[in-house]
């Protein structure tokens, strides 16, 4: 069974740096149909698209936050992670890490899911 | 940046039809879309139901569907149950450099 398990600091100061990191055991990381996701949901809010990986390396933002992101992966670990600068009380949020399927001709998002980690900002 | 619709609200009756919908303010929904749909509880992670318009995953249960309506996606779910009673989002790809977006979600209720 698949598991993926979020990790980081869960306070962070306003203008710093947010990390965390996704550990993914019990499947494969590297198959070239999985893309790892990260997804965010303020509290008592809906959810939001950060930005993919694939274990290759290649990656894609949300226009709305790409100018501070940055999604990066290590193969040898099973890990991916997350960074996002300059941060404000505005992402404060639980953090979801999340695997992504290309089937071909379908796309199947989130079908493991991490428990969330909640990354509050706030000095 | 696309925004991606979904009723706020919705009520149904334990045992009733219900359609929650998905619009997308490009214009009307497609396959190509690939529309994705989760349900989310109360202090828990969402989880998928629905992915690329009408497949269901092994967990999904069978009173769940996915479908194209009137140019939106389309979430039915026939004989709900009060287990059914949570938030429902749905996602679309919008665009060309894997620029995926979250509506809003929907709050169903089971009365």
């Known amino acids: 069974q698949l598991q993926l398990q979020e990790s980081g600091p869960g306070l962070v100061k306003p203008s710093e740096t947010l990390s965390l990191t996704c550990s993914v055991s019990?499947?494969?990381?590297?198959?070239?149909?999985?893309?790892w996701v990260w997804i965010r949901q303020p509290p008592g809010k809906g959810l939001e698209w950060i930005g993919v990986?694939?274990?290759?390396?290649?990656?894609y933002y949300s226009p709305s936050l790409k100018s501070r992101v940055a999604i990066s992966v290590d193969t040898s670990k099973n890990q991916f992670s997350l960074k996002l600068s300059s941060v404000t009380a505005a992402d404060t949020a639980v953090y979801y890490c999340v695997r992504s399927v290309d089937y071909g001709a379908r796309w199947g998002i989130g079908d493991y899911w991490g428990q969330g980690t909640l990354v509050t900002v706030s000095s | 940046q696309t925004v991606v619709t979904q009723e706020p609200s919705l009520t149904v009756s334990p045992g009733g039809t219900v359609t929650l919908t998905c619009a997308s303010s490009?214009?009307?929904?497609?396959?190509?879309?690939?529309p994705n749909w989760f349900q989310q509880k109360p202090g828990q992670a969402p989880r998928a139901l629905i992915y690329?318009?009408?497949n269901k995953h092994s967990w999904t249960p069978a009173r769940f569907s996915g479908s194209l309506l009137g140019g939106k996606a389309a979430l039915t779910l026939s004989g709900v149950q009060p287990e059914d009673e949570a938030e429902y989002y749905c996602l679309l790809y919008c665009g060309g450099a894997q620029l995926w977006v979250f509506g809003g979600g929907t709050k169903l209720t089971v009365l």
């Open positions: 490009t214009g009307a929904v497609t396959s190509a879309y690939y």
């Open positions: 019990g499947g494969s990381f590297t198959s070239s149909s999985y893309y």
């Open positions: 990986i694939h274990y290759s390396g290649t990656t």
């Open positions: 690329s318009t009408t």
